[in-house]
C-alpha cells in the first residue's frame, strides 16, 4: 500500500479523530511540491483541498510526478480526513543569480497546522542548491525557512506541525533547530523525510537536543539522499518498492496501516557504503575545494543546455556532448579539480566496498 491507497483506506477519519502521523505528514509534504502559483495566496487560508483538487491539471503542471499527484488529488477528493484542510500561505522566492529555489505552504485544519517545505524540484538550479550545502554555512532557503515557520508560528496560535521532503526536510529541521524557545515548544513533531544532513553536525548542539524528542526522520531502505553529509543516527527505516534513485519517490514507500510505514530494522549496505564513502570524500576537501568542484561539476551540466531534470531524457547525447565540450572549455584548475575530486570518489568508495565485503 502507497500514500495514495492509504488515503482511499484510511482517509474516512478526520484528525479530529485520528491524530496526524507521519504518513499524512509524506502527504503534506508531496503535496507541497504542487503549482500554487497564482492558485493560492500568501495570506489566511479560504480554499480547501477539496477545492483545490478540481484545478487538479493546473496544480500538476511541471511537476516531477504529475501522474501520481493527480491520482493523490483524487483520492484527497473523497477523503473526509483530508477534503476539508485549508490551504495557505503560499510563498515561492526564485532567484537564478543568488542560486535558491524556495517554497512552503500551510495546512490548517481545527485544531492545528502543517508547515511544509517543497523539497529539491525539477529544475537542475534546485540541484545545484543542494550541493551548495557541502560548503556553505547556510544556504538562504535554510534562513527563509526560519523566517516562513516564525511567520505561520505568529499568524497561527494552533498546535503547529512542520515537515518536507528531500531537502524540504533539511529546511525543516534548519528552521525547528534554529527556532526560538516558544517557537520550539509549540511545535508537536517535526518530520524529515530523507533529506540530505548538514555540512557540519547539528545533533549534538543545545538547540538540536531541545526538540529531539519530536523529530522523526524517515529514510527508504536504500537511501542515497538522505545519508548525504552529516545527518544523524536516529532515523526510521521504512521499505521502499523501488531501486537506487527512484527510492527517493514519496510514492513508492510502503504503507503498513492507519498509523505508519512498514518498516526495517536497518538500511541496507549499499547505502551504508555510500554513506562511508560520500563522508569519507567529503573530509578530504576544504569548503574551497568543494565550492570549486560543485561550480565545475554544473558548468558541465549546463553544457547539456537543460534546465530542468526531464530534459536529459531527450536527445541524451546530443545533451552529454555538450557537457563534454563544457569540460573542455573549463580553466585547468577546474578541470582539475572534476577530476580529482572524481578519483577521490571513486577511491573511498571502492575502499569501503572493500571494507565492508571483509566483515
Known sequence: MNIIQYVLKYGDKTFAERPLNEV?????????????????????????????????????????????????????????????????????????????????????????????????????????????????????????????LLDIAGKETCPLYAGGHSKGGNLVLYAAVHAPEEVQERLISVFNHDGPGFRESIFDTPEFLKIADRVQKTVPHDSLIGILLFHGDNYKVVVSRSVLIGQHNPFVWGVKDENGFIELPDTTQNSKRTDIALRNWITTMNDADRRLFVNALFKIIEGSGAKKVPEFKKGFFKKLRGMKKAYKTLPEKERGMVKTGGKKLLKVWFKSLRKRGGE
Open 24 to 148: 499524512d505528514s509524506l502527504i503534506f509534504s508531496e503535496l507541497s511540491y504542487l503549482n500554487f502559483t497564482g492558485v493560492v495566496r500568501y495570506a489566511p487560508p479560504k480554499q480547501t483541498l477539496k477545492e483545490l483538487c478540481a484545478l487538479s491539471d493546473k496544480l500538476i503542471f511541471d511537476t516531477l510526478l504529475p501522474e501520481s499527484n493527480k491520482k493523490l488529488l483524487e483520492a484527497i477528493s473523497k477523503s473526509p480526513r483530508f477534503e476539508n484542510v485549508s490551504v495557505g500561505y503560499f510563498h515561492e522566492h526564485n532567484d537564478e543569480k543568488r542560486e535558491i529555489r524556495f517554497a512552503a505552504v500551510t495546512f490548517l485544519w481545527e485544531g492545528g497546522a502543517y508547515v511544509a517545505f517543497r523539497g529539491t524540484d525539477v529544475t537542475l538550479l534546485g540541484w545545484k542548491e543542494d550541493f551548495n550545502m557541502a560548503f556553505r554555512e547556510s544556504i538562504p532557503s535554510q534562513d527563509m525557512a526560519l523566517d516562513y
